[in-house]
């Protein structure tokens, strides 16, 4: 019996002695090499369309901002960013004996601001319906280099990835520091978990703002999910004590032609002492076309006949115009502007469409008077 139970332990002493070789062969992950996987994704999308919509606010104030709606083409250096608005949901402040007051006009259609950056312009257009008065057109046109403030709301070009720029050449940095945690499920995707010591002195270059809650510096933590690319369905910064000070979200991820995995719901949220604060997310509608080719043709912004331009760039002194029919555009910008014909009688389309309507009405009207009165006589 002794002899039976020796060659039992004597078999699973052998056995657990393979397991443990076999796992030591194995060896850890490679916690760097998964890093530069991570980085390698947030250089992956170099062109690409996006339609997205973007929502933000204050939680704690109740602030809640219109929905802005965006249309994304991007191809290297260039970029066109497309924004329409709801004119009546947005507020214009009008001074009334000397004090600020909100108001919503009841302004029909759109809204609309053109971003163009393309061959080291920059150039602005920007539609503005007026109350029972002709949309407004105005464009503006300056350097490139010229423009230090980026777009707000950012674009998402680093959808499921490291969103900003000082993160990303933190980690660079000190990827051999990671700290590797325990595995999280975030969204349905059970996410690898990396960790970094943000020291108060590194604060500014780790995390994209600062408050109270990393005054002295914190953590900077990562869930990645590696079947999808080494994506990030979550980044956040915490303070010392593991406040979390912000949070960015990824869901809902999409495989695209090109074999990369865009989430089509983002979410940034921020918080304070008081609670949660600042918030906005993106929601990306189909279809999203990424690293695919980019005509020129498509970074070009259509100028209606009567736009007024401002051209910044001479010197002290900017030009300004307005655009006519059969008139001439700056000649390097001819790539970037095309002029075409005005909206019906220079108003918005519900304007013009019950204008229209009215018109046809009255044709009508018409019509039915010179039929009866106007019928030819017979002997």
């Known amino acids: 019996m002794r002899s039976y139970i020796s060659l039992v332990l004597l078999a699973l002493g052998l056995s657990l002695a393979y397991s443990l070789d076999f796992a030591c062969a194995q060896g ?7 890093i530069d996987a991570i980085l390698a994704r947030s250089r992956a999308v170099f062109s690409g369309r996006l339609r997205y919509t973007v929502n933000s606010g204050f939680i704690v104030q109740k602030i809640q901002e219109p929905a802005e709606e965006f249309e994304l083409i991007f191809s290297g250096g ?17 001074n009334e004996n000397g004090k600020l007051k909100i108001t919503y006009p009841p302004r029909e259609g759109f809204l609309e601001k053109d971003t163009l950056s393309h061959q080291g312009r920059h150039i602005v257009f920007n ?3 007026q109350v029972n008065r002709p949309v407004f057109y105005s ?3 300056t350097y490139e280099k010229e423009e230090a403030n980026p777009p707000w709301p950012r674009q998402p070009l680093y959808l499921g990835s490291i969103w900003d720029e000082c993160t990303r050449q933190f980690i660079e940095r000190v990827k051999g520091k990671a700290v590797r945690r325990e595995t999280a499920e975030i969204n349905g995707l059970r996410c690898q978990v990396f960790e970094w010591v943000v020291s108060a002195k590194e604060k500014y270059n780790a995390f994209h703002s600062i408050n109270q809650l990393v005054e002295e510096g914190g953590w900077l933590r990562l869930s990645v999910f590696p079947e999808y690319g080494y994506v990030l369905s979550r980044i956040e910064f915490l303070g010392k004590e593991r406040a979390l000070f912000a949070s960015y979200e990824s869901s809902d991820f999409q495989k695209t032609e090109a074999g990369i995995y865009i989430p089509k719901r983002f979410r940034l949220q921020e918080y304070s002492t008081e609670g949660p604060a600042f918030f906005i997310e993106y929601t990306v509608h189909d279809p999203i076309q990424i690293n695919q080719p980019i005509p020129e ?20 002194h900017s030009n ?10 700056p000649p390097d910008v001819d790539d970037d502007l095309v002029i075409v014909k ?9 304007t013009a469409l019950i204008s229209g309507v009215a018109l046809g009405v009255l044709c009508v009207i018409v019509f039915l008077v010179a039929r009866r009165y106007l019928r030819p006589r017979h002997a």
């Open 28 to 34: 850890p992950p490679n916690t760097e090499s998964e």
């Open 320 to 329: 300004i115009f307005t655009v006519k029919a059969g008139g001439a555009l």
């Open 127 to 129: 539609v503005n319906p």
């Open 139 to 141: 464009a503006r046109i």
């Open 342 to 350: 005005s909206s019906i009688l220079g108003w918005n389309w519900p």
């Open 78 to 94: 260039s970029s066109l960013l497309k924004l329409r608005v709801k004119a009546s949901e947005v507020p214009l402040g009008v």
């Open 297 to 316: 043709s498509d970074f070009r912004i259509m100028l209606p006949v009567g736009t007024e331009i401002t051209d910044s760039r001479p010197g002290d």
